[in-house]
């Protein structure tokens, strides 16, 4: 059974930075591309950042370009979002995604597996 689980999200002050993880577990593929979405309620879900199987290929959204990083540990089955000058406008709850094929995609369809999601507030 494949399990994504998301953790580190909580509150920061706007100009903050803040990391969050993904663990992916029991995909039994050796490789899968991950990507970051976020999701107000209400809203659309925002696809936030993907990266590759091996970590050498990266997307970032326009509006988060410059400020977030994505990353990877495949030893661990962690994928990392580093989050840094942070506003209100990236208050939102994130999710991870886990997709058995090798190349970045923002596109949701392409994920088989999803998170719970972890919440993020940005706030003074």
């Known amino acids: 059974q494949v399990r994504v689980v998301e953790s580190g999200g909580g509150s920061v002050q706007p100009g903050g930075s803040l990391r969050i993880s993904c663990v992916v577990s029991?995909?039994?593929?050796?490789?899968?591309?991950v990507g970051w979405f976020r999701q107000a309620p209400g809203k659309e879900r925002e696809p936030i950042s993907s990266?590759?199987?091996?970590?050498?290929?990266?997307n970032v959204a326009d509006s988060v370009r410059g400020r977030f990083t994505i990353s990877r540990d495949n030893d661990a089955n962690t994928v990392y979002l580093q989050m840094n000058s942070m506003t209100p406008e990236d208050t939102d709850v994130y999710y991870c995604?886990?997709?058995?094929?090798?190349?970045?995609?923002?596109?949701?369809?392409?994920?088989?597996?999803w998170g719970q999601g972890t919440k993020v507030i940005v706030s003074s």
């Open positions: 995604a886990a997709g058995e094929c090798r190349l970045a995609t923002m596109n949701a369809a392409t994920y088989d597996y």
């Open positions: 990266i590759s199987a091996e970590g050498d290929t990266t």
């Open positions: 029991g995909i039994t593929r050796e490789d899968y591309a």
